[in-house]
């Protein structure tokens, strides 16, 4: 059973998608804001980390910086719903330019998300 | 509109000077001036009259020279005059047109930041709504009566998706665009300088700013609003960096291919223009350099920095000019804001 670290401030957010996870058969832990992730990076192993952008504390952004930096092979999912002053798709770009697996703008659909977790884990299995 | 065409003192000298002269005609003809002097110099001629009535015309014509003299200068300087305060006008015309411009754009931005708030907030609240919405639905053992019931909700989601797509579509300052130009490029070269002087009054104090362009004309298909609105936020920095006794540089030219190269942008952009705001500032660690245009990043006191200035900045420049942002610094020694926008021409090809 592959390992998420769900990552996402907004507690209705976070519900919703452990539930999704967890019926797509993902060891689901979560975390509420980005340093609160770090610290659960550091304390375990995760195949994937889903996180929204915009999070206090530490935001989503800085977050992807830190695992493509230290924990490289930890795949990334990034989630959302723009932010203020900013154009349409704007952070989710942001998100995969720094290094994103895949980056989708909220809200989305549960058969968008679950082609993107299989397009995620495809391109793993294609390469080893 | 004032009127200096004729000022009143070199008005008033000429008729005092052409009345007297006029009164002193009809005087000495009426007492037979000339003849009482022509006698009086005959009987006195051990005297020498003759000199001084000779003397006489001389300084009056003279003192008439003069008298024209400062009659044509003043109204050269009145000329002068009239054609500075036009200028004068014209300027103070041209700075209330960018205040109006710059309140706009700030009304702009506030909207806009407002509206992305909130488009954010209600793609967060829709996302839970859809995911178990769908969830339900996709029960095997769900009665028709309560699968139609979630139907009816992932509908009310759409819709609630619509309207913060559109909402986010303003958000991302979609009416700012080069259209405000009448569909024109505008010219940087005569844009930047204008708008730096405005900024200047507005924003600096002690900060010297020095403005280099280095090119003659430079039209770009970007909207003046945009573009005050990136200014701004760039000098702001700046000259925040430099706590307020620096010099920033505001430079324009034509970008060189390696500058274009290096910002990734080699394919399709034959020409571009480079728009640098450089400072002597504090710099920046690369660590801070690295998230200087992340959203939410500031390296300012809580309360003092939104942290969202550069990151809104990158978002024009990129999104809605297809151009590039850069930042290069050196703690000690400054930081250099590097912009690239395409040249009008490139926009049309990239267009098409």
């Known amino acids: 059973m ?14 919703a998608l452990r539930e999704l996870l967890s019926d797509a058969a ?33 935001d989503g952004i800085e977050l992807i910086r830190l695992i493509r930096k230290t924990y490289p092979d930890v795949k990334i999912l990034a989630l959302s719903g723009g932010g203020a002053g900013f154009t349409p798709g704007y952070a989710t ?18 058969d968008e998300l679950r082609a993107a977790l299989d397009a995620i884990f495809r391109d793993e299995d294609g390469k080893s | 509109m004032l009127n200096f065409a004729f000022s009143r003192p070199a008005r008033r000298d000429l008729l005092i000077a052409l009345v007297a002269c006029a009164g002193l005609i009809v005087i000495f003809i009426s007492i037979d001036f000339l003849e009482a002097l022509f006698e009086f110099t005959r009987e006195h001629e051990d005297w020498e009259l003759d000199e001084f009535l000779a003397t006489v015309p ?3 014509l003279v003192a008439c020279w003069f008298a024209f003299r400062r009659w044509r200068e003043s109204n050269g300087l009145n000329r002068r ?10 300027l103070t015309q041209r700075e209330r047109e960018i205040q109006g411009e710059l309140r706009q754009s700030h009304k702009m ?50 819709r609630g998706r619509e309207i913060s797509q559109k909402t986010l579509m303003f958000a991302g300052s979609d009416e700012n665009r080069s259209d405000e130009n009448g569909g024109e490029p505008l010219d940087l070269s005569a844009a930047l300088p204008e708008m730096m002087d405005f900024v200047t009054d507005a924003t600096l104090s002690s900060v010297k700013l020095k403005s280099e362009v280095l090119v003659d004309t430079a039209p770009a298909r970007i909207s003046r609003t945009e573009l005050t609105q990136v200014l701004t936020n760039l000098i702001n920095n700046a000259t925040d960096a430099t706590e307020q006794k620096g010099t920033v540089t505001v430079s324009l030219n034509r970008a060189t291919p390696a500058a274009v190269g290096a910002a990734g942008l080699g394919a399709g952009c034959s020409g571009m223009w480079s728009v640098t705001v450089s400072d002597d500032g504090v710099g920046m660690s690369d660590t801070v350099r690295e998230r200087a245009l992340d959203p939410f990043f500031s390296t300012k ?52």
């Not at chain 2, 005059?81 to 014209?90: G, K, R």
């Not at chain 2, 488009?119 to 339900?136: D, G, K, R, S, Y």
């Open chain 2, 301 to 352: 006191p809580p309360g003092v920095g939104t942290g969202l200035g550069l990151s809104v900045v990158r978002g024009i420049v990129e999104k809605n000019w297809g151009g590039k942002i850069t930042v290069e610094s050196e703690p000690g020694v400054g930081t250099t804001v590097r912009i690239l926008i395409p040249d009008a021409p490139v926009t049309e090809g990239a267009q098409s």
């Open chain 1, 26 to 58: 993902f060891d689901v832990a979560e975390a509420d804001n980005g340093l609160a992730a770090r610290r659960m990076l550091e304390g375990d192993t995760f195949d994937l980390v889903v996180t929204d952008i915009f999070m206090p504390d530490m």
């Open chain 2, 81 to 90: 005059l009239s054609e500075a305060l036009s200028e004068l006008e014209a």
């Open chain 2, 58 to 60: 001389a300084a009056a």
């Open chain 2, 109 to 158: 931005a506030a909207l806009g930041q407002l509206a992305g708030g909130i488009a954010h907030e209600i793609n967060n609240t829709l996302q839970p709504i859809f995911t178990l919405a769908e969830l339900c639905s996709e029960q095997e053992d769900l009665t028709d009566k309560n699968r139609e019931r979630m139907k009816q909700i992932l509908s009310a989601a759409g």
């Open chain 1, 93 to 110: 770009d942001l998100a995969s330019t720094i290094g994103a697996n895949a980056a989708l703008q909220k809200p989305v659909s549960n």
């Open chain 1, 2 to 15: 592959k390992k998420v670290l769900l990552v996402e401030d907004d507690e209705f957010g976070r519900y």
